[in-house]
């Protein structure tokens, strides 16, 4: 199988390019492989399908920079959209392109078109997010007027043909060496007119309802991670399919846990004397309480890493870690009887010791207990 080209190298831009340079070259490669200016040429709709590939990545800050360290590996699981239809890419980025070469010029008339799409939002938890959820969602769409049928007209009549484009839906138009189609600006490209509207939807043969939809969400998304319910958006025209719904995903800040990728940080404070001596400690992670051997010796700041307790990778690769950081605790009060051996050990050590107590200690533990009341 032969490799994929750099997303780069497809939009003949650096690396270093910003998100607007990103979108300006997209756009010029997109115009000058649009199937409207090359009927017939395989090579330019192939051209025109990898560009928008490419845009797709390198458009989105989050999955750029999820390129730019794993590269195409990481995407072959799912992770960059194949477009394997020119009407995708109108649905997906048809704003881009004015009137020139819109979803609506491209598959106007009476041939099938395919809807538009919806998005919407849901926000969820870290444990969710690791171990993955269903949310019911309630979305506003289009669905057929039942009424008219779909058709718009007033029931006992029909749309009638545009006689400005004889029903096609587009006008031809001269641009120096380039004959532009576009848009019929009298049917804007339904290729048809309506005479006696249907009272129910008003001649646009849908009416919006609310629609209840379950969002299954896979293990390991991030905030940002957008989901796709294909088929799922408004319905199409002439017989075409549903649009596609995206839904973006947003993950909440968790009181213990920090979260970097698939890797996740918690810091724990520990005592002096369970620094020096080393102990074994009860800890958090994702699947509840977990003992943790304190080796003696262990320093401020050192991190114990324990492997595959982190976030799952969304695309089914290799679960994170957790990584334990170790802070000493120091006491703001202390009894006469801890004093006094302090004392002692001071002497020992001829060095003064620090009476106070850090507001942490207390800070974490209270966090902790809440942890494992509401987890068991």
């Known amino acids: 199988m032969a490799s994929k080209r ?8 650096s ?12 756009k010029k490669l997109a115009l000058a492989n649009h199937p409207d ?3 017939g040429d395989e090579e330019a709709i192939k051209r025109f399908k990898e560009a928008a590939e490419a845009f797709e990545v390198l458009g989105d800050d989050k999955k750029r920079a999820h390129y730019d360290r794993y590269g195409h590996a990481d995407f072959g699981a799912g992770g960059a959209h194949q477009f394997h239809d020119v009407s995708d890419i109108f649905s997906a980025f048809g704003d881009l392109f004015g009137g020139f070469g819109s979803r609506s010029s491209q598959r106007s008339g009476n041939h099938p078109r395919q809807g538009d799409s919806l998005q919407t939002t849901i926000q969820i938890d870290l444990l969710e997010a690791a171990s993955g959820v269903e949310r019911e969602i309630q979305i506003m769409r289009q669905e057929p007027c039942e009424t008219c049928n779909g058709s718009g007209a007033k029931p006992g009549t029909s749309p009638d043909t545009c006689d400005y484009c004889g029903g096609a839906g587009q006008v031809v138009q001269s641009q120096g060496f380039f004959r532009v189609q576009t848009t019929c600006p009298r049917c804007r490209g339904g290729g048809t007119i309506i005479k006696e509207k249907c009272s129910d939807c008003r001649g646009d043969g849908r009416i919006n309802l609310e629609s209840s939809l379950t969002v299954d969400v896979p293990p390991g998304v991030d905030n940002g991670t957008r989901l796709c319910l294909r088929g799922q958006g408004n319905p199409g025209y002439n017989g075409g399919p549903r649009g596609d719904l995206f839904v973006s995903v947003g993950v909440d800040e968790h009181p213990l846990f920090k979260r970097h990728d698939e890797q996740l940080s918690c810091h724990v404070p520990i005592t002096y004397t369970q620094a020096v001596l080393g102990a074994t400690i009860e800890i958090p992670t994702l699947e509840g309480r977990h003992e943790l051997k304190v080796r003696s010796g262990t320093q401020p700041g050192e991190v114990y890493r324990l492997k595959g307790l982190g976030m799952p990778n969304v695309h089914g690769g290799r679960r ?10 120091v006491p703001r009060k202390i009894s006469e009887r801890e004093e006094e051996l302090l004392r002692e050990l001071a002497e020992i050590e001829h060095a003064e010791v620090s009476s106070h107590r850090s507001p942490n200690r207390n800070s974490f533990f209270d966090k902790l207990k809440e942890y494992f009341t509401h987890s068991d």
Do not use: F
Not at 6 to 13: A, F, N, P, R, T
Not at 321 to 329: A, G, M, N, S, T
């Open 37 to 39: 200016r090359n009927p």
């Open 320 to 329: 994170g870690d957790l990584h334990v950081v170790v802070q000493i605790d």
């Open 6 to 13: 750099d997303y780069y190298e497809i939009l003949g831009v």
């Open 15 to 26: 690396r270093e390019v910003t998100t607007v340079e990103i979108k300006k070259a997209y």
